[in-house]
Every structure is written in structure tokens, then in C-alpha cells.
């Protein structure tokens, strides 16, 4: 069993930046691949980014990629979502995910969910 807990949302200007931290309980923390979801009002859980379970291999939405930095800390079994250069279109709530095995861009292929931090990205 895993449990995951989001935080570092919050409301920001177009432009800046957010960290997100994922703090998981148990010891098998880093035998899981992670990964971020979000989920804007009325649209679909969406892929943001993932990890591999040492960390070696990082995935990104095209979205995302060159603005946001995946990382982990199987130390402090913590996981860690960088976002700069904030757009409005990033505003959604943001969840952190485990799983066994590979890493996934399918949200329904993730085993263990947080329960959301919300971002707000004004204009």
C-alpha cells in the first residue's frame, strides 16, 4: 500500500512558478514508477509527466515539456513537480500517482492516487 499527498498549489501570475511535492508513505516507495496527472474543470484526467521508479527516465506531455521538471527522492520518498513559465491553460488540480511496473501515460493504469493540489495560473 502506498499513500500519496500533494502540496505546493496554489495561485499564481502567468509567467512564474510552482513546486508540487508528493510525499508517500511506505517503504516500497521506490519501487513504484510516479507520475503527475491534472485535471481541468470539464475535460479529462490528463498525463503531465512521470518517472521511473530509480529515476533514470523522465516522460512529458508535449505540453509541458521544456516548462516542467520531474524528479524524485526515494531517500525522503518524496516526488517533485517543477513548473515554470505558468500559462492559464495550466490551471487544473494537479495529482501525483503510483504504480508497479513501467511507467504509463494512462491514468487508469496508476494504482495509488493523492488527493489533488489545485493550481491557478491568472493572466
Known amino acids: 500500500q502506498v499513500q500519496l499527498v500533494e502540496s505546493g498549489g496554489g495561485l499564481v501570475q502567468a509567467g512564474g512558478s510552482l513546486r508540487l511535492s508528493c510525499a508517500a508513505s511506505g517503504r516500497t516507495f521506490r519501487y513504484y514508477a510516479m507520475g503527475w496527472f491534472r485535471q481541468a474543470p470539464g475535460k479529462e484526467r490528463a498525463f503531465v509527466a512521470a518517472i521511473s521508479w530509480i529515476g533514470g527516465s523522465t516522460y512529458y506531455a508535449d505540453s509541458v515539456k521544456g516548462r516542467f521538471t520531474i524528479s524524485r527522492d526515494n531517500a525522503k520518498n518524496t516526488m517533485y513537480l517543477q513548473m515554470n513559465s505558468l500559462k492559464p491553460e495550466d490551471t487544473a488540480v494537479y495529482y501525483c500517482?503510483?504504480?508497479?511496473?513501467?511507467?504509463?501515460?494512462?491514468?487508469?493504469?496508476?494504482?495509488?492516487w493523492g488527493q489533488g493540489t489545485q493550481v491557478t495560473v491568472s493572466s
Open positions: 500517482a503510483a504504480r508497479r511496473g513501467a511507467n504509463s501515460y494512462y491514468p487508469n493504469e496508476y494504482d495509488y
